[in-house]
């Protein structure tokens, strides 16, 4: 059925795509979220299942959504996801997210259309139809669900020690490159993905490293060219496209990177 949707513009409120969505998600027993990329006539260019899980609680985060829009050159979204309960309205935690996502989409040109929640009869437009409204999200996680109910006096020997651990790890992490100013987050975050995607012999161009929910994508730009300022990355040109430039950490800075994380994870 995807087939007959491909090369035609999709309306969110069109029959075809309604018994699309509830025939392929409205009776999955887990949450599951799913993204249709759209170029700038609403034709859809792909339809991918981004994330799903067993448990009551889904985590978005809205880098990995927006980093395949730009991949795929897509000016809009719609976002699907199924509630197994039965119940399509929206949660709180629902209407923030696609707050959220809605304002990363405008600071990189690609519009959310559309937020649909889908179970098994009913499909639920949170954009199209329904007033945004509930609190602020957090800057770079959100969830599709509520959250589990306490659990009653935990043990917090285990949280205190990985807490020191944590702190300990991040002084070292200061020290790694010897830049210790340019090492907030924002540059971690970075760091941390370029070398993944060096680990898996790929390669990542500057605009698709510099999405990133905690700082504006000019900030990462410029954060980006500091960064190769410094020695820690460079920047190669793309072999296949011209206009493209390919960003790889230097190889003194993959290998103590390496070594950092030999030792152990954050």
């Known amino acids: 059925?995807?087939?007959?949707?491909?090369?035609?513009?999709?309306?969110?409120?069109?029959?075809?795509?309604?018994?699309?969505?509830?025939?392929?998600?409205?009776?999955?027993?887990?949450?599951?979220?799913?993204?249709?990329?759209?170029?700038?006539?609403?034709?859809?260019?792909?339809?991918?299942?981004?994330?799903?899980?067993?448990?009551?609680?889904?985590?978005?985060?809205?880098?990995?959504?927006?980093?395949?829009?730009?991949?795929?050159?897509?000016?809009?979204?719609?976002?699907?996801?199924?509630?197994?309960?039965?119940?399509?309205?929206?949660?709180?935690?629902?209407?923030?997210?696609?707050?959220?996502?809605?304002?990363?989409?405008?600071?990189?040109?690609?519009?959310?259309?559309?937020?649909?929640?889908?179970?098994?009869?009913?499909?639920?437009?949170?954009?199209?139809?329904?007033?945004?409204?509930?609190?602020?999200?957090?800057?770079?996680?959100?969830?599709?669900?509520?959250?589990?109910?306490?659990?009653?006096a935990p043990d917090t020997s285990v949280a205190l020690a990985n807490a020191e651990t944590l702190v300990h790890r991040r002084l070292l992490r200061q020290q790694l490159i010897g830049s210790s100013e340019l090492f907030g987050d924002p540059a971690w975050e970075m760091l941390v993905d370029l070398f993944i995607h060096e680990c898996k012999g790929k390669d990542l161009s500057i605009s698709s490293l510099c999405v990133t929910p905690t700082i504006p994508m000019s900030s990462a730009l410029r954060l980006a060219q500091k960064l190769c300022d410094a020695g820690i990355l460079r920047r190669v040109a793309d072999p296949f496209d011209g206009r493209r430039s390919i960003i790889k950490l230097e190889p003194e800075v993959f290998h103590r990177l390496r070594a950092y994380f030999e030792g152990g994870s954050e």
Request: charged share 25%; glycine share 6%; no cysteine.
């Open 1 to 152: 059925m995807a087939g007959d949707l491909r090369g035609i513009a999709i309306d969110p409120f069109s029959p075809e795509l309604r018994r699309y969505l509830i025939a392929s998600m409205g009776s999955l027993a887990d949450e599951t979220l799913r993204i249709l990329f759209l170029d700038s006539a609403r034709r859809l260019i792909a339809d991918e299942r981004l994330q799903n899980g067993t448990l009551s609680q889904l985590a978005i985060f809205p880098r990995t959504i927006f980093r395949r829009a730009l991949e795929h050159n897509a000016a809009g979204l719609i976002l699907v996801h199924n509630h197994p309960s039965g119940d399509p309205s929206p949660s709180e935690e629902d209407i923030s997210a696609t707050r959220r996502l809605e304002a990363i989409g405008r600071s990189l040109d690609v519009e959310i259309v559309d937020h649909i929640i889908v179970t098994a009869a009913y499909t639920h437009h949170i954009l199209s139809r329904d007033a945004i409204a509930g609190k602020a999200p957090s800057p770079s996680l959100f969830t599709f669900r509520s959250p589990p109910p306490p659990r009653s």
